[in-house]
């Protein structure tokens, strides 16, 4: 399965802070998405890495890509209340959008 | 408008029932997705729609009938569900299904229990 893999599954902070999460997957891609998921709604795209990048930003996020490990990083800077939410990595492998388990960021003011 | 909209926001339904769950964006896409997500799981892939045509079902049950009626609406239809299908039912569309390597933009959802 191209499934991606999170970690950590879940990540306290409080506002302020860093927030980093880690994905993993098993096969190339094309490129390697983040979603966010506010608590049973839907998903909000956040960024796209092609595999021929390394490093992408977005406001407060920064993405990295290391595609001989078969790893992504999403940072979140200067966390706030509002970034509280699931995080799912996606990979493009078998030409469908596969996504990862998540990772829950609790945010605390 | 970059919306997907989605309708009903709750459903409940007996498993006699026969529902439908609809799906419109008007951002000129031409890949539409329903998707399934139970509590705490990552959205599982049912089915994609590529100009109106159906290019994916992921061996999906046959309870679970889906309809692309024109360019801008998706339809869900259910019947004869059974309780493990509650979970939140997920749209979504991108620009084009290009081996999915566009950004996809997701409704809402609907929350469907069934009883």
């Known amino acids: 399965s191209q499934q991606g893999e999170e970690d950590p599954q879940a990540l306290s902070i409080q506002e302020g802070e860093n927030a980093t999460m880690n994905c993993s997957y098993k096969?190339?891609?094309?490129?390697l998405q983040w979603y966010r998921q506010n608590s049973g709604r839907g998903l909000v795209h956040l960024i796209l890495?092609?595999?021929?990048?390394r490093e992408k930003h977005s406001g407060r996020l920064r993405v990295t890509l290391d595609t001989s490990k078969k790893s992504s990083s999403l940072l979140i800077t200067a966390s706030r209340a509002a970034d509280t939410a699931s995080y799912f990595c996606?990979?493009?492998?078998?030409?469908?959008?596969?996504f990862g388990k998540g990772t829950m960021l609790l945010v605390s003011p | 408008d970059t919306e997907v909209t989605q309708t009903p926001k709750h459903l409940v339904m007996g498993m006699t029932n026969k529902k439908s769950l609809k799906c419109e964006q008007h951002?000129?896409?031409?890949?539409m997705y329903w998707y399934k997500q139970k509590a705490k799981k990552p959205p599982e892939l049912m089915f994609v729609y590529s100009y109106e045509k159906l290019s994916i079902n992921e061996s999906v049950p046959s309870r679970f009938s889906p309809e692309c009626p024109n360019s801008s609406l998706l339809n869900l239809h259910l019947h004869a569900l059974q309780p493990e299908d509650s979970a939140l039912y997920l749209c979504?569309?991108?620009?084009?299904?290009?081996?999915?390597?566009?950004?996809?933009?997701f409704g809402p959802g609907t929350r469907l229990t069934v009883t």
């Open positions: 096969t190339s891609i094309n490129n």
């Open positions: 951002m000129g896409h031409r890949a």
């Open positions: 996606a990979t493009d492998g078998d030409s469908t959008l596969t």
């Open positions: 890495i092609r595999s021929n990048e």
């Open positions: 979504a569309s991108s620009q084009e299904w290009a081996g999915s390597r566009d950004e996809q933009y």
